[in-house]
């Protein structure tokens, strides 16, 4: 995100934090796997 897609994209990282949200634990999943979704705040520059 940070490399690859944020540089080109017109927008930039605002002071707030980052934060990810686990919608499938892989420490409690007998597969091991997770689902997670990542938000990193933005703005148009």
């Known amino acids: ?3 690859v897609w944020l540089p080109d994209s ?3 990282t605002t002071t707030i934090p ?3 949200i686990f919608k499938k ?3 409690l ?3 091991n796997q997770f689902l997670g979704e990542y938000y ?3 703005r148009y520059v």
Do not use: C
Request: avoid cysteine.
């Open 25 to 27: 634990n892989h420490f």
């Open 29 to 31: 999943s007998d597969d």
């Open 18 to 20: 980052s934060y990810t």
């Open 40 to 42: 990193l705040p933005i």
């Open 1 to 3: 995100v940070y490399h």
């Open 10 to 12: 017109g927008f930039e």
